[in-house]
């Protein structure tokens, strides 16, 4: 099975060259030119998911900036655009680990010089990002929630949520498992976050999730599908964002915005921007 990766095509002739977010070549005529080492024993779904990621020129840009995840570009790539991310403020990351979004929250919020609070959580042990509280656990959990809850003081600027639920491999499943996360974020997004606060999260398309955007449309200014260049063009993932939260819950009537990757398309299709600012707590 042959697959393109995701990065910009040049070159003449026959010899066409991928080149990666940082300018590196990646040989992808054929599409996965490089195969993993030892393959003997895996399982062929984890044999196609370790070709991806060595020919993934995001898996090798994360690798090389010192990010641990990929997911790292992804945030970092809705931030270039949409600019959230603010010296100063209080952020949540649900679904935390291994930190990459932290990453990049703790450099463009300028933790530990600003006053900013970064506070995740996540399933799994996450290592240490200075300056930054995390919990182990649920945040489906009341009690994990009211920790995170106590941690961020209460308020914040933007709730973040990258979680995904483990696959079973049917994709329904999946579906209703991942929007049923989401769900959960939004609701501790509308407790915590303050007026023109910011919500981003992961969101499989597929229909189910659309009592969630209405939920979000009747909270926010604005709300947007967005597909950052790093998220995989054939994966079902897309990434929902809201801004300008107004909290007061009844149908505002404002646009819902569904919005392919600019930087793929190299334009935002029309979309107004929204100046989402922010208030300090
Ligand atoms: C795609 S990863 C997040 C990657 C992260 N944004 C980064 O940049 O490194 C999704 C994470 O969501 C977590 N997760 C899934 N369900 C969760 C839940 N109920 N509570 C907390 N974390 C959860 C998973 O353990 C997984 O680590």
Not at 7 to 23: D, F, N, V
Not at 85 to 91: F, H, N, S, V
Request: with cysteine; hydrophobic share 35%.
């Amino acid at each position: 099975m042959t697959r393109r990766n995701s990065g910009r095509q040049s070159g003449k002739g026959g010899g066409a060259t991928t080149r990666g977010p940082s300018g590196r070549s990646y040989r992808n005529d054929t599409g996965l030119t490089r195969q993993p080492k030892k393959m003997r024993g895996r399982k062929p779904s984890s044999q196609r998911w370790l070709t991806r990621q060595l020919n993934d020129p995001f898996v090798a840009e994360a690798k090389s900036r010192g990010f641990r995840s990929r997911a790292a570009l992804k945030l970092e790539q809705i931030d270039n655009r949409y600019e959230l991310l603010k010296p100063g403020m209080a952020i949540v990351d649900l679904g935390c680990a291994p930190g990459g979004w932290l990453q990049i929250v703790a450099d463009r919020c300028k933790l530990g010089s600003s006053g900013a609070v970064l506070v995740g959580i996540d399933l799994l042990e996450t290592d240490v990002v200075e300056g930054v509280e995390i919990f182990v656990g649920d945040m489906t959990d009341p009690e994990m929630l009211d920790k995170v809850r106590g941690a961020v003081g209460g308020r914040a600027h933007g709730v973040m949520s990258d979680m995904a639920a483990a696959t079973t491999g049917h994709r329904p499943t999946d579906h209703l498992r991942t929007t049923a996360l989401l769900e959960a974020a939004l609701d501790f997004a509308i407790e915590v976050l303050v007026e023109d606060g910011f919500f981003v999260a992961k969101c499989f398309r597929g229909g189910t999730e659309k009592s969630v955007l209405d939920i979000m449309q009747a909270n926010f200014t604005t709300v947007r599908h967005v597909k950052p260049a790093a998220s995989r063009q054939e994966s079902v993932e897309s990434y929902v964002l809201a801004t300008g939260f107004h909290g007061r819950g009844g149908w505002s009537g404002s646009e819902a915005a569904s919005e392919g990757d600019a930087e793929a398309d190299g334009k935002a299709d029309g979309l107004a921007d929204t100046d989402t600012g922010y208030s300090p707590i």
